[in-house]
């Protein structure tokens, strides 16, 4: 084993006024760094875990094209009434209509910070151009989960509708098996978290997202990182992200 690294104080906290104009030039510019991200993966990748350790970690605003329908709608916003029309009406808001709320909501939070994630946009090449025209992406972290390794996660997912509330019977099992650790009621697998359920949703996700994965692998920004549990791949992220940003 090896042995503990010794803490040490950095010179220039013990000697402020010999803190060089370089260092000074590379706080600064560490301070106002852009770190503007999108975090793309498959549904039961892990996505959820990773961006809460990625906000967590690098101070980022995180935020949704959900997030983005949501705060317009509450807001009152001139497209937030026209998307809740379609809703009200059963109807899915046209594509066109979520680019608009999307672009408009990243402008806002880009006013406020340029350290930001975005989660669950784009979903085509069409809206990565359109983002493109309004910003300029810093990095696009993709998480490359073999399907096998999803399908086998979910397959032991168990949930309590009636609150939410998730368990897996090999990571978190509840106390009693099949029980609810709070009601005592009973647990299920949803339908949609079965094998072929499971792989359908993996395949259309692929097919649509593929191409956008390949729009920002063309522009150099999308970095691939590969493994089958959330804990072995946010080191390697969160070294990568500190050794290119500066952060």
Known sequence: THAPRPTTTPYHALHPRRMSRRFLRNLSASANASLRC???GPPGGGKGTLSKRLVERFELMHFSSGDALRGHI???TELGREAKGYMDAGQLVPDHLMVDMVLSHVGTVNEKTQKWLLDGFPRNVAQAEALDQKFQLDLVINLD??????VDRLR????HLPSGRSYHAIWNPPKVEGKDDETGEALIVRDDDQPEAVRDRLNVYEANTRPVLDHYMKKGIAVNFEGTESNVIWPEMKDYITEKFGV
Request: no cysteine; glycine share 0%; hydrophobic share 45%.
């Open 38 to 40: 999108l975090i793309m």
């Open 145 to 150: 989960i073999p399907h096998e390794e999803i």
């Open 156 to 159: 032991h997912r168990m949930v």
């Open 74 to 76: 509450t807001n009152d």
